[in-house]
């Protein structure tokens, strides 16, 4: 009886809004404790279940909309609390947008969760599948793109992340989010067994395993991490420090093939880095270098990242192209810049200007490299456009990057996940190199090899790992994925949502 009267109580606890909604917030911070640096997906698949038991309870359009708004307030309020950080490099500055930033971004990206509860209230959960899958991919298109804290970057440190190569990050979203949804409309009793059985056997089906010893010949890269905090690397005294760490770094040991330094790793425009080029070219002794830098045209400021060639001259050059908005440009910055609205890395008013788009360079020794700098390693799909699948097929990619905007608990290890997940999609190696770390050598199974933790200064020397052939995802892209998404969006559609009909309060 005990138990039936706190049933009674708990039905009608969630048929009220605010309970379901504070529940569904807790429910959505549980969930993105699966996301790097914790790593817990199981409680993901958990907290997801528990959401989809809460469904049936909103019995109106506008309750279906709180619910999935409240989750996904949640979930990026806890995934995306590292959001802050680059306000508190400049507390005086910027400090006071801080909580502005975490409530805004949380906020706004929950109303895309809301959106497709609302759309599919009512009907077969398969609906709400397709449109939650599909507004995760939406988000990183619209408004120049956010793919970050997707639910299947949980699985990016399981075996499942190998699906990758076959569907992206959307496989992996479809199916942390279809798993619990399918357990509730199914029953939960009926996941043990069969299917649990099928995912433990392709647990160890996708295990790629320990990552193999290095390849007779391959080339050897260093990557070098100066560890110049943010709050510090642009400071006089210090950044001359920072560059001798540069170069220390570089000039140890026996030469390798390829040195790597990280995003802006020069506190100089590149017009005026002749001498500081030649000493880094000379350090590398002989080995191609390649860094993040700065340049200019004009009035035009580029985030640029080189190749130097072993006289220090320019060899390759890209400019990023995939901005940061208010952080690397402020959209009408120069009106915004009159009420004191600044990028936070940019210049006064317009901040940088972005290149024409990702494309491969010449690394002399090594071959074709994808160049990525910092942002643009987790829009997957303008890497697959860039990554050709033909003879102009990339060696490898290089991102530079400047994670000490990022903080220390979440962000650097969030945006180093998703740069393993490159490296699977594409089946290509990747050389990531940060100014704080983590910097690493990433193999085409999206492991690991060689590393240099964070807030360490250092060296690594890795070898380069073989690239694999292209995988479908670097095919095709996301069209097969948006195919599934409409079958499972038709097939939910034709039909009522029995268990939403089911969850009646009792009088």
């Given at each position: 009886?005990?138990?039936?009267?706190?049933?009674?109580?708990?039905?009608?606890?969630?048929?009220?809004?605010?309970?379901?909604?504070?529940?569904?917030?807790?429910?959505?911070?549980?969930?993105?404790?699966?996301?790097?640096?914790?790593?817990?997906?199981?409680?993901?698949?958990?907290?997801?279940?528990?959401?989809?038991?809460?469904?049936?309870?909103?019995?109106?359009?506008?309750?279906?909309?709180?619910?999935?708004?409240?989750?996904?307030?949640?979930?990026?309020?806890?995934?995306?609390?590292?959001?802050?950080?680059?306000?508190?490099?400049?507390?005086?500055?910027?400090?006071?947008?801080?909580?502005?930033?975490?409530?805004?971004?949380?906020?706004?990206?929950?109303?895309?969760?809301?959106?497709?509860?609302?759309?599919?209230?009512?009907?077969?959960?398969?609906?709400?599948?397709?449109?939650?899958?599909?507004?995760?991919?939406?988000?990183?298109?619209?408004?120049?793109?956010?793919?970050?804290?997707?639910?299947?970057?949980?699985?990016?440190?399981?075996?499942?992340?190998?699906?990758?190569?076959?569907?992206?990050?959307?496989?992996?979203?479809?199916?942390?989010?279809?798993?619990?949804?399918?357990?509730?409309?199914?029953?939960?009793?009926s996941v043990i067994g069969v299917p649990a059985l099928a995912c433990i056997g392709a647990w160890f089906a996708l295990d790629p395993g320990p990552a193999p010893g290095p390849?007779?010949?391959?080339?050897?890269?260093?990557?070098?991490?100066?560890?110049?905090?943010?709050?510090?690397?642009?400071?006089?005294?210090?950044?001359?420090?920072?560059?001798?760490?540069?170069?220390?770094?570089?000039?140890?040991?026996?030469?390798?093939?390829?040195?790597?330094?990280?995003?802006?790793?020069?506190?100089?425009?590149?017009?005026?880095?002749?001498?500081?080029?030649?000493?880094?070219?000379?350090?590398?002794?002989?080995?191609?270098?390649?860094?993040?830098?700065?340049?200019?045209?004009?009035?035009?400021?580029?985030?640029?990242?080189?190749?130097?060639?072993?006289?220090?001259?320019?060899?390759?050059?890209?400019?990023?192209?995939?901005?940061?908005?208010?952080?690397?440009?402020?959209?009408?910055?120069?009106?915004?810049?009159?009420?004191?609205?600044?990028?936070?890395?940019?210049?006064?008013?317009?901040?940088?200007?972005?290149?024409?788009?990702?494309?491969?360079?010449?690394?002399?020794?090594?071959?074709?490299?994808?160049?990525?700098?910092?942002?643009?390693?987790?829009?997957?799909?303008?890497?697959?456009?860039?990554?050709?699948?033909?003879?102009?097929?990339?060696?490898?990619?290089?991102?530079?990057?400047?994670?000490?905007?990022?903080?220390?608990?979440?962000?650097?290890?969030?945006?180093?996940?998703?740069?393993?997940?490159?490296?699977?999609?594409?089946?290509?190696?990747?050389?990531?190199?940060?100014?704080?770390?983590?910097?690493?050598?990433?193999?085409?199974?999206?492991?690991?090899?060689?590393?240099?933790?964070?807030?360490?200064?250092?060296?690594?020397?890795?070898?380069?790992?073989?690239?694999?052939?292209?995988?479908?995802?670097?095919?095709?892209?996301?069209?097969?994925?948006?195919?599934?998404?409409?079958?499972?969006?038709?097939?939910?559609?034709?039909?009522?949502?029995?268990?939403?009909?089911?969850?009646?309060?009792?009088?």
């Open positions: 009886m005990r138990w039936a009267g706190a049933r009674a109580t708990a039905r009608r606890m969630a048929a009220r809004p605010a309970p379901r909604g504070a529940v569904a917030a807790l429910a959505g911070a549980l969930a993105a404790l699966g996301l790097a640096p914790w790593g817990l997906w199981p409680l993901t698949l958990a907290a997801l279940l528990l959401a989809s038991v809460l469904r049936p309870f909103a019995t109106t359009r506008g309750g279906a909309f709180l619910t999935g708004w409240a989750l996904g307030a949640g979930w990026f309020g806890l995934g995306l609390s590292w959001i802050v950080e680059p306000f508190l490099v400049d507390v005086a500055r910027h400090g006071w947008m801080a909580p502005f930033a975490l409530v805004l971004m949380a906020g706004g990206l929950a109303l895309f969760w809301g959106a497709a509860w609302a759309l599919a209230h009512r009907r077969g959960w398969p609906l709400l599948l397709a449109l939650w899958a599909g507004v995760e991919m939406l988000r990183g298109v619209v408004f120049t793109g956010f793919p970050w804290a997707l639910p299947g970057h949980v699985l990016i440190d399981t075996p499942f992340a190998q699906l990758a190569a076959l569907g992206g990050a959307p496989l992996l979203t479809l199916g942390v989010l279809g798993l619990p949804m399918a357990a509730h409309a199914i029953g939960a009793r390849q007779a010949g391959a080339p050897v890269v260093r990557l070098v991490q100066p560890n110049a905090t943010q709050a510090l690397k642009w400071d006089p005294d210090w950044a001359r420090v920072f560059y001798e760490r540069l170069i220390d770094y570089t000039a140890a040991g026996a030469p390798p093939d390829l040195v790597v330094w990280p995003e802006t790793a020069l506190p100089w425009l590149l017009e005026e880095s002749q001498v500081a080029l030649a000493q880094g070219a000379q350090a590398a002794r002989g080995a191609p270098l390649a860094l993040g830098i700065q340049r200019r045209e004009g009035t035009r400021y580029f985030n640029s990242a080189v190749v130097l060639d072993p006289q220090g001259r320019v060899a390759s050059l890209y400019d990023k192209s995939h901005l940061v908005p208010f952080g690397e440009y402020v959209p009408f910055g120069d009106l915004a810049a009159r009420f004191g609205i600044h990028g936070l890395a940019a210049s006064e008013g317009g901040g940088y200007t972005a290149g024409p788009g990702l494309h491969p360079v010449a690394v002399p020794g090594i071959g074709l490299a994808l160049p990525l700098i910092c942002y643009e390693g987790i829009f997957a799909r303008e890497i697959n456009a860039a990554a050709a699948t033909g003879a102009l097929r990339p060696r490898l990619m290089l991102l530079v990057t400047n994670d000490g905007w990022f903080g220390d608990l979440s962000g650097p290890y969030q945006h180093l996940a998703q740069a393993r997940l490159r490296a699977i999609e594409q089946r290509m190696p990747m050389a990531r190199v940060a100014n704080t770390g983590v910097s690493a050598m990433i193999d085409a199974a999206g492991r690991v090899t060689a590393q240099i933790g964070l807030n360490e200064a250092g060296a690594v020397d890795a070898a380069l790992p073989p690239r694999g052939p292209a995988p479908a995802y670097a095919r095709t892209g996301d069209a097969p994925m948006l195919v599934v998404l409409a079958l499972l969006a038709a097939l939910g559609s034709l039909r009522r949502d029995i268990r939403l009909d089911r969850a009646r309060v009792p009088a």
